[in-house]
Structure formats: structure tokens, C-alpha cells
Nanobody
Framework: VQLVESGGGLVQAGGSLELSCEAT????????MSWYRQAPGRQRELVAA???????NYSDSVKGRFTISRDSAKNMVFLEMNSLKPEDTAVYYC?????????????????WGQGTQVTVSP
């Protein structure tokens, strides 16, 4: 199983970016797809999560500004980020949790992407 993020970059405060992530491998189904982030000197934190049945949750710091969406048929997850602030600067990681792999094996573990850098300038 491999997760690959894309879409990071440099943007001015108030701007927008959209991150994408694709999970590949012998995947039948993914229970939860999430975005985490880690800023320098800070702990890694959950930004947003999307369950297989459509439930979403967000950290308080991004509510109303970020939107997570998912294409389960393609094992993809997206994070639309609007009204970006310098404090959103971090490496953003895509995470897949609870995978059903071919032929029909459930793996409860988390799988992480390599991360993509988002930098918001003042």
C-alpha cells in the first residue's frame, strides 16, 4: 500500500490550496482517510478525517476554512484549504486507516504518505 500526496506549495495569507492523495495497492476498501500536519517544533495533529460512510470531522483550527472530500472508488482524498494563515504552515500527511486488502483481509493499521509541504507567507 502506498499513499502519495500532491498539491502543496507556497501561498500568501488569505490564499487557497488543494491537496490530493491517492492510495494504491491491492485495496478493496478504506475505512478512514485523513489529513494530519506537523509544523516545526510542534506535535503532529489531525486536521480532518473522512469516513467511508461520509462522516467528516475537523480540528477547531481549520473549521470553516478547510474541506475534506473523498473519491472512494479511486481511493483518493482531497483537502481544500481556503483563507490560509501563516500558522497553517506545516508538512501535511495523508493517512489511510482500516484497509480491506485483496483477497479480503482487514488490516486495522494506519498507512502514511510521505508528506507535502504547505507554506503560507504573511
Amino acid at each position: 500500500v502506498q499513499l502519495v500526496e500532491s498539491g502543496g506549495g507556497l501561498v500568501q495569507a488569505g490564499g487557497s490550496l488543494e491537496l490530493s492523495c491517492e492510495a494504491t495497492g491491492n485495496i478493496i476498501q478504506i475505512n478512514v482517510m485523513s489529513w494530519y500536519r506537523q509544523a516545526p517544533g510542534r506535535q503532529r495533529e489531525l486536521v480532518a478525517a473522512h469516513t467511508r460512510v461520509g462522516t467528516t470531522n475537523y480540528s477547531d483550527s481549520v473549521k470553516g476554512r478547510f474541506t475534506i472530500s473523498r473519491d472512494s472508488a479511486k481511493n483518493m482524498v482531497f483537502l481544500e484549504m481556503n483563507s490560509l494563515k501563516p500558522e497553517d504552515t506545516a508538512v501535511y500527511y495523508c493517512v489511510a486507516t482500516g484497509l480491506t486488502l485483496e483477497p479480503r483481509n482487514f488490516v486495522p493499521d494506519q498507512f502514511w504518505g510521505q508528506g507535502t509541504q504547505v507554506t503560507v507567507s504573511p
